[in-house]
């Protein structure tokens, strides 16, 4: 299993220091457990709801070593940007169609957040033969044991600074 990712000679592993670049990684909500448990790395900060699930796996990013950010867009949502927003924050982990989907859809916070703090944004796909899924909005995936999994990263993506509200729809498509 390969680790180390550079796309067009910039480094996009989670695993890397956030002082070189930091990036708001991007993933489905369905797809967290794999990449929490691969990428720990205290320089990361994760954005987890505040509803049972998400602080079942606030719990397991905590024990990793990430620092968790609690919020979402019906509980905490304005507080948890602010918190984000702040320099110094590192790589930033969030799902884009979470807490509460439509599943595999991205909402517009990823692309204000990445207009506000300047990061580039790495979308993450995670492959998985053959999982278990929950019966939950987006079908949580739990690999099998010993089954294959992979994680792929897609290339940067800057979203311009400051955008309004109006503005973020077609970066929201591109995302």
């Known amino acids: 299993m390969r680790f180390g990712c550079v796309l067009e000679n910039v480094p996009v592993d989670p695993l890397q220091p956030p002082e070189r670049e930091p990036f708001i990684y991007a993933l489905w909500h369905e797809n967290f457990l794999i990449p929490i448990i691969r990428f720990a790395n205290p320089g990361v900060s994760a954005l987890v709801s505040r509803h049972a699930d998400g602080q079942l796996l606030g719990t397991l ?9 609690h919020g979402s867009t019906s509980r ?3 507080a948890a940007v602010r ?4 320099p110094g924050t590192g790589h930033l982990a969030v799902t884009p169609d979470g807490p509460r989907g439509p599943r595999r859809v991205v909402q517009p916070g990823v692309v204000y957040l ?9 979308p993450i796909g995670v492959g998985h033969r053959n999982p278990w899924r929950m019966n ?15 994680c792929l990263f897609g290339r940067p993506l800057s979203i311009p600074p400051s955008l309004s509200a109006d503005d973020l729809t ?5 995302v």
Not at 83 to 86: A, G
């Open 114 to 122: 990445a207009s506000r703090t300047g990061l580039r944004i790495v």
């Open 136 to 150: 939950s909005w987006d079908s949580f995936a739990v690999p099998r044991p010993l089954s294959r999994v992979r």
């Open 170 to 174: 077609p970066h929201v498509r591109r």
């Open 83 to 86: 918190e984000l927003l702040r």
């Open 76 to 78: 905490g949502g304005v």
């Open 61 to 69: 990013i905590h024990t990793t070593g990430m620092r968790v950010v």
